[in-house]
């Protein structure tokens, strides 16, 4: 009832390979992270836990302009964490997990807490159109995607994990 009050200040030292050919829109390549954190009261900490965070992202060409795009997630964390460390991804990248627009698209946000999560997301990319405005470059990509998760020892251990899936359509604009 009166939630979880206090900071949690937390350390993390991790190490990311990047071979992507473009940032914000790759075509190939792949990047990925790893990470492990730490939360004391001896750095202001009101929590005391440690966690664990590998992510891994994939692109390849197919045909044309068509690219797939996997990206797996796997985090945990031990100790007094607090439920909005068991709902979020450490990491390089901190995200929400399992759920929202960053790792579980279709499925409840903060709905599936757990001291380890993994996410899978399988995307197929296409750029049907890309226009020149005043000298600049406009891209309308479209994917179809697939996202999937488990939590396991979430805040009843006792409930046995399930496979949460969502999966739709997105549509994005690039410039340059």
Do not use: C, K, M
Not at 101 to 118: F, H, K, T, W
Not at 150 to 160: E, N, P, R, S, T
């Amino acid at each position: 009832p009166n939630g979880e009050p206090g900071l949690a200040s937390v350390i993390q030292l991790g190490v990311a390979v990047d071979t992507r050919d473009d940032e914000p829109n790759p075509s190939r390549g792949f990047f990925v992270d790893a990470s492990v954190r730490d939360a004391q009261p001896a750095w202001g900490s009101a929590f005391s836990f440690a966690g664990f965070n590998v992510t891994g992202r994939l692109y390849a060409p197919v045909y044309a302009s068509v690219v797939v795009a996997e990206r797996v997630v796997v985090d945990g964390v031990a100790g007094d964490a607090p439920w909005r460390e068991r709902v979020r991804f450490g990491g390089l990248v901190e995200g929400n997990g399992i759920g929202g627009q960053d790792s579980g698209r279709g499925i409840r946000l903060a709905r599936y807490p757990g001291r380890l999560r993994a996410s899978w997301q399988h995307e197929l990319r296409a750029t049907p159109l890309v226009l020149d405005v005043w000298g600049n470059s406009l891209a309308l990509p479209v994917a179809v995607f697939f996202d999937s998760g488990v939590a396991l020892f979430g805040v009843d251990d006792a409930v046995a994990p399930r496979l949460l899936v969502g999966g739709g359509l997105s549509f994005r604009l690039v410039w340059n």
